[in-house]
């Protein structure tokens, strides 16, 4: 049997359908769980959250575009860029959950009025802020910065209600898995639930997203712009 060429990327399809391979499936799986895990360690000095989590969220863009994951050394000097930017991002980001786990506990054990009424609109209130977060995070991915990303989010929200609640079930759902799974799998989820972010905010199936990011000449691989450098 003839030796098959190597593939342009590891997500690329093994046949003309456009099917992909278990194997495939499985190492992009391990991909997003590692992503995941990386994310959780860079972030753990807490003013690096915003760098982390936007560098992560360009590795997922640069994924879900070409198929493959950018190299380390590109990896890190991103990283590097974006964490003076993102000091002041990750101190506001740190002190608004902070606020609103404590206003939410408040609520439901009862030291505060207002009762389920107030505990059901707090709750609302705090998954849309996460959706409208969730679609920053993606904006940031993309190129830009955050006080830009803030205001195209914002924008986007209003203007496709529907996505941002899409968003928002997004990171709801991966807060309720958080609670449900054991600690250790809660970073595995973080790769995860941004490969999913970046899925509902493009409004396409990730795996979709990874084949159309390579394209569908045959004999070469699709050009794609160079990823701009995280702020």
């Given at each position: 049997?003839?030796?098959?060429?190597?593939?342009?990327?590891?997500?690329?399809?093994?046949?003309?359908?456009?099917?992909?391979?278990?194997?495939?499936?499985?190492?992009?799986?391990a991909?997003?769980?590692?992503?995941g895990?990386?994310?959780?360690?860079?972030?753990?000095?807490?003013?690096?959250?915003?760098?982390?989590?936007?560098?992560?969220?360009?590795?997922?863009?640069?994924?879900?575009?070409?198929?493959?994951?950018?190299?380390?050394?590109?990896t890190?000097?991103?990283?590097?860029?974006?964490?003076?930017?993102?000091?002041?991002?990750?101190?506001?980001?740190?002190?608004?959950?902070?606020?609103?786990?404590a206003?939410?506990?408040?609520?439901?054990?009862?030291?505060?009025?207002?009762?389920?009424?107030?505990?059901?609109?707090?709750?609302?209130?705090?998954?849309?802020?996460?959706?409208?977060?969730?679609?920053?995070?993606?904006?940031?991915?993309?190129?830009?910065?955050?006080?830009?990303?803030?205001?195209?989010?914002?924008?986007?929200?209003?203007?496709?209600?529907?996505?941002?609640?899409?968003?928002?079930?997004?990171?709801?759902?991966a807060?309720?898995?958080?609670v449900?799974?054991?600690?250790?799998?809660?970073p595995?989820?973080?790769?995860?639930?941004?490969?999913?972010?970046?899925?509902?905010?493009?409004?396409?199936?990730?795996?979709?997203?990874?084949?159309?990011?390579r394209?569908?000449?045959?004999?070469?691989?699709?050009?794609?712009?160079?990823?701009?450098?995280?702020?």
């Open positions: 049997m003839a030796s098959r060429a190597e593939p342009a990327s590891r997500a690329e399809p093994v046949d003309a359908a456009g099917r992909r391979d278990w194997r495939d499936v499985l190492r992009d799986a991909d997003l769980a590692l992503l895990i990386l994310l959780t360690l860079a972030a753990l000095p807490l003013l690096t959250v915003a760098a982390a989590v936007g560098t992560a969220s360009a590795a997922v863009h640069d994924w879900t575009r070409t198929g493959s994951w950018p190299s380390a050394r590109t890190v000097r991103r990283f590097s860029r974006a964490v003076p930017p993102g000091v002041p991002v990750s101190l506001l980001a740190l002190a608004v959950a902070g606020l609103l786990a206003d939410l506990a408040a609520l439901a054990t009862g030291r505060v009025p207002g009762g389920p009424v107030a505990l059901l609109v707090t709750a609302l209130v705090t998954a849309g802020l996460a959706g409208y977060a969730g679609l920053v995070v993606v904006e940031v991915g993309g190129g830009g910065r955050w006080r830009e990303a803030a205001r195209s989010a914002a924008r986007a929200c209003l203007d496709a209600p529907t996505r941002w609640a899409a968003l928002t079930g997004v990171v709801a759902l807060g309720l898995l958080a449900l799974v054991t600690p250790v799998a809660v595995i989820l973080a790769g995860y639930t941004l490969a999913a972010l970046h899925a509902v905010a493009n409004r396409q199936p990730i795996a979709a997203a990874v084949t159309s990011g394209g569908g000449h045959a004999g070469g691989r699709r050009s794609v712009p160079t990823h701009p450098e995280l702020p």
